[in-house]
Protein backbone atom coordinates (compact mmCIF):
# COMPACT_ATOMS: atom_id res chain seq x y z
CA UNK A 1 0.00 0.00 0.00
CA UNK A 2 1.92 2.91 -1.36
CA UNK A 3 -0.37 5.80 0.10
CA UNK A 4 0.11 8.87 -1.87
CA UNK A 5 2.54 9.32 -4.14
CA UNK A 6 4.21 12.54 -5.81
CA UNK A 7 6.38 12.93 -8.65
CA UNK A 8 9.26 14.17 -9.19
CA UNK A 9 10.58 15.15 -5.54
CA UNK A 10 12.60 17.51 -7.43
CA UNK A 11 12.38 20.37 -10.39
CA UNK A 12 13.99 23.18 -11.01
CA UNK A 13 12.12 25.84 -13.82
CA UNK A 14 12.81 28.65 -15.86
CA UNK A 15 10.58 31.57 -15.84
CA UNK A 16 7.86 30.77 -18.33
CA UNK A 17 8.52 26.96 -18.50
CA UNK A 18 5.17 24.55 -17.51
CA UNK A 19 4.69 21.41 -16.06
CA UNK A 20 2.57 19.25 -14.28
CA UNK A 21 3.28 17.48 -10.54
CA UNK A 22 1.88 14.48 -10.47
CA UNK A 23 0.10 12.93 -7.66
CA UNK A 24 -1.31 9.49 -7.26
CA UNK A 25 -3.25 7.08 -4.35
CA UNK A 26 -4.01 3.86 -3.88
CA UNK A 27 -6.30 4.29 -0.98
CA UNK A 28 -9.54 4.81 -2.99
CA UNK A 29 -9.92 8.40 -1.23
CA UNK A 30 -12.34 10.77 -3.05
CA UNK A 31 -10.91 13.66 -1.36
CA UNK A 32 -7.54 15.00 -2.52
CA UNK A 33 -5.90 18.43 -2.34
CA UNK A 34 -2.89 20.31 -3.56
CA UNK A 35 -1.03 22.39 -0.91
CA UNK A 36 2.16 24.55 -1.27
CA UNK A 37 4.63 25.59 2.12
CA UNK A 38 6.51 28.63 1.19
CA UNK A 39 9.67 29.02 4.08
CA UNK A 40 8.98 29.33 7.31
CA UNK A 41 4.90 29.05 6.30
CA UNK A 42 2.51 27.02 6.71
CA UNK A 43 0.27 25.00 3.84
CA UNK A 44 -2.01 27.05 2.03
CA UNK A 45 -4.76 25.34 -0.31
CA UNK A 46 -4.26 25.51 -3.84
CA UNK A 47 -6.65 23.63 -5.16
CA UNK A 48 -9.05 20.64 -3.83
CA UNK A 49 -11.46 17.78 -5.08
CA UNK A 50 -14.46 15.76 -3.51
CA UNK A 51 -14.39 13.12 -6.34
CA UNK A 52 -13.41 12.01 -10.22
CA UNK A 53 -14.43 15.22 -12.11
CA UNK A 54 -15.36 17.61 -9.48
CA UNK A 55 -12.52 20.62 -8.31
CA UNK A 56 -12.77 23.95 -7.31
CA UNK A 57 -10.53 26.48 -5.63
CA UNK A 58 -8.60 26.79 -2.55
CA UNK A 59 -6.84 29.61 -0.96
CA UNK A 60 -3.99 30.33 -3.77
CA UNK A 61 -5.60 29.39 -6.85
CA UNK A 62 -3.77 31.77 -9.37
CA UNK A 63 -1.35 30.44 -11.91
CA UNK A 64 -2.29 26.61 -11.26
CA UNK A 65 -4.98 24.31 -13.07
CA UNK A 66 -5.99 20.85 -12.33
CA UNK A 67 -8.07 18.30 -13.35
CA UNK A 68 -9.54 15.05 -11.85
CA UNK A 69 -10.88 12.16 -14.44
CA UNK A 70 -9.99 9.31 -12.09
CA UNK A 71 -10.14 8.60 -8.26
CA UNK A 72 -6.67 7.78 -7.97
CA UNK A 73 -4.83 10.75 -9.72
CA UNK A 74 -4.71 14.89 -8.90
CA UNK A 75 -1.82 16.02 -11.38
CA UNK A 76 -1.53 19.76 -10.68
CA UNK A 77 -0.45 21.95 -13.64
CA UNK A 78 1.58 25.06 -13.59
CA UNK A 79 1.78 27.44 -16.74
CA UNK A 80 3.90 29.95 -17.37
CA UNK A 81 6.16 29.42 -14.18
CA UNK A 82 7.45 32.44 -11.91
CA UNK A 83 9.52 32.84 -9.00
CA UNK A 84 6.43 33.33 -6.80
CA UNK A 85 5.45 29.78 -7.20
CA UNK A 86 9.30 28.37 -6.05
CA UNK A 87 7.93 25.77 -2.73
CA UNK A 88 7.14 22.78 -1.78
CA UNK A 89 4.11 21.23 -2.81
CA UNK A 90 2.38 18.71 -1.19
CA UNK A 91 -0.41 16.53 -2.42
CA UNK A 92 -2.96 15.04 -0.11
CA UNK A 93 -5.95 12.64 0.33
CA UNK A 94 -8.64 12.43 3.22
CA UNK A 95 -10.60 10.00 4.88
CA UNK A 96 -12.58 10.66 7.83
CA UNK A 97 -10.91 13.52 8.61
CA UNK A 98 -7.82 12.19 8.70
CA UNK A 99 -5.47 13.27 6.04
CA UNK A 100 -2.18 11.51 4.36
CA UNK A 101 0.26 13.51 2.41
CA UNK A 102 2.70 12.65 -0.20
CA UNK A 103 6.67 13.08 0.21
CA UNK A 104 6.29 17.15 -1.32
CA UNK A 105 7.54 18.38 -4.41
CA UNK A 106 10.51 21.05 -4.07
CA UNK A 107 10.08 23.43 -7.04
CA UNK A 108 12.25 26.00 -7.95
CA UNK A 109 11.86 28.51 -10.33
CA UNK A 110 14.83 30.67 -11.61
CA UNK B 1 -13.41 31.77 8.65
CA UNK B 2 -11.53 29.72 9.75
CA UNK B 3 -8.11 30.72 11.29
CA UNK B 4 -4.87 28.89 13.06
CA UNK B 5 -2.70 30.57 15.11
CA UNK B 6 0.79 29.68 16.53
CA UNK B 7 2.69 32.20 18.15
CA UNK B 8 5.82 30.53 18.97
CA UNK B 9 8.12 30.72 15.93
CA UNK B 10 10.87 28.69 17.54
CA UNK B 11 11.24 26.78 20.80
CA UNK B 12 13.91 24.47 22.46
CA UNK B 13 13.84 21.74 25.41
CA UNK B 14 16.13 20.15 27.25
CA UNK B 15 16.31 16.29 26.56
CA UNK B 16 13.79 14.22 28.75
CA UNK B 17 12.26 17.33 29.50
CA UNK B 18 8.34 18.62 28.72
CA UNK B 19 7.52 21.04 26.59
CA UNK B 20 4.36 22.73 25.53
CA UNK B 21 3.39 24.25 22.19
CA UNK B 22 0.45 26.74 21.87
CA UNK B 23 -2.21 27.13 19.29
CA UNK B 24 -5.54 28.65 18.91
CA UNK B 25 -8.00 28.19 16.30
CA UNK B 26 -11.12 30.08 15.47
CA UNK B 27 -14.36 28.85 13.21
CA UNK B 28 -17.67 29.66 13.62
CA UNK B 29 -18.36 25.76 12.95
CA UNK B 30 -19.53 23.52 15.76
CA UNK B 31 -18.15 20.66 14.49
CA UNK B 32 -14.46 20.72 13.98
CA UNK B 33 -11.51 18.44 14.08
CA UNK B 34 -7.68 19.84 15.40
CA UNK B 35 -4.69 18.30 14.55
CA UNK B 36 -0.87 18.36 15.30
CA UNK B 37 1.27 17.68 12.11
CA UNK B 38 5.20 16.80 13.06
CA UNK B 39 7.51 17.79 9.84
CA UNK B 40 11.14 16.82 10.18
CA UNK B 41 13.52 17.80 7.60
CA UNK B 42 12.78 14.90 5.21
CA UNK B 43 9.62 16.98 4.93
CA UNK B 44 7.00 14.48 5.85
CA UNK B 45 3.90 15.47 7.06
CA UNK B 46 3.74 13.06 10.42
CA UNK B 47 0.39 13.30 11.88
CA UNK B 48 1.09 13.38 15.45
CA UNK B 49 -2.29 13.78 17.56
CA UNK B 50 -5.83 14.52 16.66
CA UNK B 51 -8.88 15.83 18.61
CA UNK B 52 -12.75 16.44 17.71
CA UNK B 53 -14.23 19.26 19.50
CA UNK B 54 -17.50 17.60 20.59
CA UNK B 55 -15.03 15.45 22.85
CA UNK B 56 -14.23 16.75 26.29
CA UNK B 57 -11.50 14.50 27.06
CA UNK B 58 -7.96 15.58 25.74
CA UNK B 59 -6.11 13.23 23.12
CA UNK B 60 -2.82 11.72 24.38
CA UNK B 61 -0.97 9.06 22.00
CA UNK B 62 2.08 7.93 24.26
CA UNK B 63 4.88 11.09 25.19
CA UNK B 64 2.11 13.66 23.33
CA UNK B 65 -1.45 15.11 24.67
CA UNK B 66 -3.24 17.73 24.00
CA UNK B 67 -5.00 20.55 26.53
CA UNK B 68 -7.84 21.32 24.38
CA UNK B 69 -9.75 24.72 25.80
CA UNK B 70 -12.44 25.21 24.28
CA UNK B 71 -14.16 28.23 25.00
CA UNK B 72 -10.67 29.82 25.04
CA UNK B 73 -10.19 28.42 21.21
CA UNK B 74 -7.04 27.05 22.82
CA UNK B 75 -5.31 23.41 21.66
CA UNK B 76 -1.91 23.03 23.07
CA UNK B 77 0.73 20.25 22.54
CA UNK B 78 2.40 19.08 25.62
CA UNK B 79 5.13 16.86 24.63
CA UNK B 80 6.75 14.62 27.25
CA UNK B 81 10.12 13.22 28.04
CA UNK B 82 11.32 15.05 24.89
CA UNK B 83 13.82 13.06 22.83
CA UNK B 84 16.00 14.01 19.79
CA UNK B 85 14.20 12.76 17.63
CA UNK B 86 11.23 15.09 18.71
CA UNK B 87 13.24 17.99 16.73
CA UNK B 88 11.48 18.92 13.88
CA UNK B 89 8.70 21.53 12.76
CA UNK B 90 5.06 21.25 14.58
CA UNK B 91 1.95 22.41 12.96
CA UNK B 92 -1.31 23.07 14.40
CA UNK B 93 -4.09 22.66 11.77
CA UNK B 94 -7.67 22.52 11.62
CA UNK B 95 -10.64 21.39 9.75
CA UNK B 96 -14.37 20.72 9.66
CA UNK B 97 -16.56 18.43 8.10
CA UNK B 98 -17.88 18.69 4.33
CA UNK B 99 -14.53 19.64 2.29
CA UNK B 100 -12.54 18.49 5.20
CA UNK B 101 -10.13 21.43 3.96
CA UNK B 102 -7.25 22.29 6.08
CA UNK B 103 -6.08 25.20 7.59
CA UNK B 104 -2.60 25.25 9.28
CA UNK B 105 -0.86 27.37 11.38
CA UNK B 106 2.84 28.99 10.75
CA UNK B 107 4.47 26.01 12.50
CA UNK B 108 6.66 25.88 15.96
CA UNK B 109 10.26 24.93 15.09
CA UNK B 110 11.20 22.15 18.23
CA UNK B 111 14.85 21.79 19.24
CA UNK B 112 15.77 19.52 21.77
CA UNK B 113 19.21 19.77 23.09
CA UNK B 114 21.32 16.69 24.35
Known amino acids: NAGVTQTPKFRILKIGQSMTLQCTQDMNHNYMYWYRQDPGMGLKLIYYSVGAGITDKGEVPNGYNVSRSTTEDFPLRLELAAPSQTSVYFCASTVNTEAFFGQGTRLTVV | ?114
Do not use: H
Not at chain 2, 32 to 42: D, H, T
Not at chain 2, 75 to 92: H, R, V
Open chain 2, 1 to 114: AQTVTQSQPEMSVQEAETVTLSCTYDTSESNYYLFWYKQPPSRQMILVIRQEAYKQQNATENRFSVNFQKAAKSFSLKISDSQLGDTAMYFCAGTTSGTYKYIFGTGTRLKVLA
